[in-house]
């Protein structure tokens, strides 16, 4: 009876993370925990994480191991939230063991809320996805994407990448297709490179070794005026939900333009293969691309894209929309001089759809610091609504390079190029998304009830609405939140 209470407990995620409960076995394979406390142990979280010690002290005796285990008193901090450990499987599960038959049940008197895994934590494209909380995701709750399918409409995706290859992410199940809606009937390469950098922000992962090093670099410029490519130092570059399928849809040709009528096309295609929103098949969509609202032209939303987005979304499909580069403008003052500002009104289609989760760009490391990047459009909408929903980082972005990307001098030595853009900050918010419902698949099909837990759950910037949105995108605080 005591070994089926074991598989009880261990089944239970409540007390054993689920990442961990994949990993652990019944013998002696040592793994690396955090030891979540409860913080409403009587005595308090000092006396919670004496009671564990004096818990893996006890179990380590009891089963009779002489491995090289235990507490990591340089991680484990006063006063902290966490334990942190090497313990063999069965270590782990005396210490539950001890920790329930002590506790009974008893509020206050049981001292391990959680055990997760202690992940190795590599970069996510470099520094942004730990801003949006998506590394923390990925170890705490294996957030990965899989089984999540997102359509890019852009520029292509170079199908050579290797970015791509470790998860297949551009592998489809039948019958999802890539599409060239431009004509050109490759919608596997990218000679502007724009959707290839978006798409590395959302999936994909490269890990390098000695022999095959990945070659990443920053753009600068000297005191001359010239370009210069700095290496950057990474071992592992990946995407925000690095196991999410990707749908090619190309909508701008070599030179980075297209018509909204092909972008329209896409939709209705997404719209057709879903079966009009009966069989899910295509969960979401990435637009990086739009163009200025001009209030002559329509009612502010209710441009024909805007619609076929607004329509998308009621299928039951997420659209991700980028604010545009649009909020830095120059004024002329009463003296007849040129001013620099940022400005209002100025959110692009497909941005202004009313169901569509539109994003800004902040700076991808210190966004408190430095808030809502000079060139991201400002909201409210021609007709008053807050938009941007979100930011997200957007400056200086490490991804994929290819096409245009890699054209300059010095340029094609480089797989990994940075690149700024409200593009760059919009398919972050995707691959949070994309994470998400990999792990909180009741929402599947639920695009407006997403749109209000991301939104409920950023973090406020403290800047103005009209900048901000609701703030910057909290991934953890999303999972967390239902």
Not at 98 to 107: C, I, K, M, N, S
Request: glycine content about 12%; overall charge negative.
């Amino acid at each position: 009876m005591e070994g089926d209470g074991f598989r009880r407990e261990m089944l239970d995620p409540a007390v054993i993370s689920l990442p961990l409960q994949g990993r652990l076995r019944d013998g002696t394979d040592l793994h690396d925990v955090l030891i979540d406390l409860h913080f409403a142990y009587r005595g308090g979280p000092d006396a919670a994480q004496a009671r564990v010690r004096e818990l893996i002290e006890t179990a380590i005796r009891d089963v009779g191991s002489d491995a090289p285990q235990g507490v990591d008193d340089a991680k484990t901090l006063p006063g902290g939230q966490y334990v942190v450990a090497r313990l063999e499987s069965r270590v782990i599960r005396a210490i539950i063991r001890l920790d329930r038959e002590a506790g009974q049940g008893r509020a206050g008197e049981q001292a391990i809320h959680r055990i997760w895994p202690d992940f190795q934590v590599r970069p996510l494209l470099h520094s942004s996805a730990a801003t949006i909380k998506a590394t923390a995701a990925h170890a705490a709750f294996a957030a990965l994407g899989d089984g999540i399918v997102w359509a890019v409409l852009d520029s292509g995706i170079a199908g050579d990448h290797p970015h791509f290859a470790k998860h297949r992410n551009l592998e489809l199940p039948p019958p999802l297709e890539h599409q060239d809606l431009t004509g050109g009937g490759s919608p596997l390469t990218d000679e502007y490179g724009h959707g290839t950098h978006v798409a590395g922000i959302i999936a994909g992962a490269l890990t390098g070794t000695p022999d095959r090093p990945i070659r990443a670099a920053r753009r600068s410029r000297d005191e001359h005026g010239e370009i210069r490519y700095d290496p950057v130092n990474v071992e592992t570059l990946t995407g925000v939900a690095p196991k999410c399928k990707l749908v090619s849809y190309k909508v701008l040709d070599e030179n980075g333009s297209g018509l909204s009528s092909t972008i329209i096309a896409a939709l209705q295609e997404i719209h057709r293969i879903n079966d009009f929103g009966r069989d899910l098949k295509i969960h979401g969509v990435n637009l990086s691309v739009g163009y200025p609202f001009d209030p002559e032209w329509f009612a502010c939303g209710q441009s024909p894209l805007c619609l076929e987005v607004n329509r998308l979304v009621k299928s039951g499909v997420m659209v991700v929309a980028a604010a545009g580069n649009t909020g830095y403008v120059w004024n002329q003052d009463h003296r007849g001089g040129a001013v620099a500002a940022g400005a209002d009104l100025t959110i692009n289609d497909p941005g202004n759809a009313e169901a569509a989760i539109t994003v800004g760009s902040t700076h991808r490391d210190m966004p408190h610091t430095y808030g809502v990047s000079y060139f991201s459009s400002k909201g409210p909408t021609g007709d008053g609504r807050l938009k941007p929903d979100l930011v997200a980082p957007g400056e200086r972005i490490l991804s994929c390079a290819a096409g245009k990307l890699r054209a300059g001098d010095g340029a094609g030595a480089w797989e990994y190029l940075e690149d700024s853009g409200t593009s760059m900050a919009a398919p972050h918010v995707s691959g949070a998304i994309a994470a998400f419902l990999s792990i909180k698949r009741e929402f599947i099909g639920q695009p407006e009830k997403v749109k209000e837990i991301f939104l409920s759950a950023a973090v406020d910037l403290g800047r103005v609405k009209e900048f901000q949105g609701h703030g910057l995108l909290d991934l953890m605080k999303a999972i967390q939140s239902c």
